[in-house]
């Protein structure tokens, strides 16, 4: 990968065996990437990019305007998100080992011991939202590897700064970003199915597309609700 300047703007140039040319625009910073079939030069990326320069700003200007939360401190009255709801957080002290629990739709109770620092009651909620995760992937897994038909070999969960997901093609292994936990499910659903289907198609080309056009019809529609979400301090993009 390469970057070229366009007007002012750095663009991200990676070419591959794909056919055309392809121009996204990423959030959280409005990162500009460009995939280009490996006969187009710089010069031809750069009328491309020109060509679209209205509709890069616009949505470079959507992610700047995108609501972003303050650092978290995990501390009660704090707003804190699962599975795409809203709760408000309230932190109860007490001696036995850390957990966290969803109380009247409204609010989260995280139990901490008494001497839990901010990193300690972070860590607590991690793995609260660890597990749920832990919970629904495997049955999103079962239930479209029949429908695209490929097998995962494995799959994890990890923090993540640069993807909402990510696959080991050689190894059938497919990876998700812990933030899924506080999305809504069918977006958690949809990276599922994007990852899988990797595993048929590497490229993010017209194979690719076409596969989620006929898997999941409405993944653009789940991939615009992803990136609108409010992002966490910790920026993350797709």
Request: glycine content about 4%; overall charge positive; charged content about 30%.
């Amino acid at each position: 990968m390469h970057h070229i300047d366009v007007n002012g703007l750095i663009v991200d140039v990676v070419r591959k065996d794909i056919m055309n040319l392809h121009i996204g625009v990423y959030p959280p910073t409005g990162r500009i990437r460009v995939a280009a079939p490996l006969r187009i030069n710089d010069e031809a990326v750069r009328l491309a990019v020109i060509s679209r320069l209205s509709w890069i700003k616009r949505q470079k200007l959507k992610f700047e305007e995108q609501e972003r939360q303050t650092k978290r401190e995990y501390v009660s009255g704090e707003s804190h998100y699962f599975f795409g709801a809203r709760y408000l957080l309230n932190v109860v002290y007490h001696d036995n080992p850390g957990k966290a629990i969803v109380r009247n739709k409204k609010i989260i109770d995280l139990f901490v011991r008494t001497d839990s620092n901010i990193d300690r009651r972070e860590r607590v909620m991690l793995a609260w939202y660890r597990a749920h995760l832990r919970q629904a992937i495997p049955q999103l897994i079962e239930k479209w590897e029949k429908i695209v038909g490929v097998d995962v070999a494995d799959w994890g969960i990890k923090k993540m700064k640069t993807r909402w997901g990510s696959c080991t093609i050689e190894a059938g292994r497919i990876w998700l970003n812990l933030e899924l936990a506080k999305k809504p499910p069918h977006c958690l659903e949809f990276i599922v199915v994007h990852e899988m289907v990797h595993l048929l198609e590497p490229h993010h080309n017209e194979r690719f597309v076409d596969y989620m056009n006929k898997f999941l019809p409405q993944w653009r529609q789940y991939r615009e609700e992803l990136n609108r979400a409010p992002l966490a301090h910790a920026e993350w993009e797709y």
